[in-house]
């Protein structure tokens, strides 16, 4: 856990807030989403995402640091099984937090944390694309135009789609002079 907060905490002591947020933690990896107010869930998503990393890790030390926290053998499971290698690929940001109004008792402002199990896209880097667009820039596209005998002897002219290919190019070329 990271250094503790200033302040009040929720719903008590030090001791009580580890086991609320820990508890909170175990729900969301058994349930992938819960509702909960936004503040729990402020606080709960870095620890949800520092557990994620231990997942991904996946090695002994690091099951047995999450066992330490959660002390829920089925939501380690779960963490470990299921949920670490959907995020395998990420980098960051497991956890996605959104705000859905007012509770009605209290009304305390509500917020469902879930995670975030979408297929990430891999990230292209900056100093490989500039080379790929100078060489997709260098082949000018031309128009071919090509002449259709008709059976009346005359001409058309048909345009056909852009040709970016020089070896297309030349090959429609040959078939002109023809």
Do not use: C, W
């Not at 000018?140 to 290919?165: F, G, L, M, W, Y």
Request: aromatic fraction near 2%; hydrophobic fraction near 45%.
């Amino acid at each position: 856990m990271p250094k503790p907060t200033k302040g009040p905490r929720l719903g008590g002591g030090p001791a009580h807030e580890r086991l609320l947020l820990a508890n909170l933690a175990a729900q969301l990896f058994v349930h992938k989403s819960i509702k909960t107010t936004e503040t729990k869930a402020k606080r709960l998503r870095p620890l949800a995402e520092r557990l994620v990393t231990f997942g991904k890790r996946g090695d002994l030390h690091a099951r047995r640091r999450v066992l330490s926290v959660l002390r829920n053998k089925e939501a380690t499971h779960v963490l470990f099984a299921e949920i670490a290698p959907l995020v395998a690929e990420r980098e960051g940001g497991y956890t996605r937090i959104t705000k859905v109004g007012n509770r009605k008792g209290d009304n305390a402002p509500m917020a469902v944390i879930e995670l975030v199990l979408e297929p990430v896209a891999p990230k292209v880097k900056k100093a490989a694309a500039k080379p790929a667009k100078a060489e997709k820039a260098a082949p000018a596209e031309e128009v071919v135009e090509e002449v259709v005998e008709t059976p009346a002897a005359e001409a058309e002219v048909v345009e056909e789609a852009p040709v970016a290919d020089e070896t297309a190019a030349d090959a429609a070329a040959e078939e002109k002079a023809e």
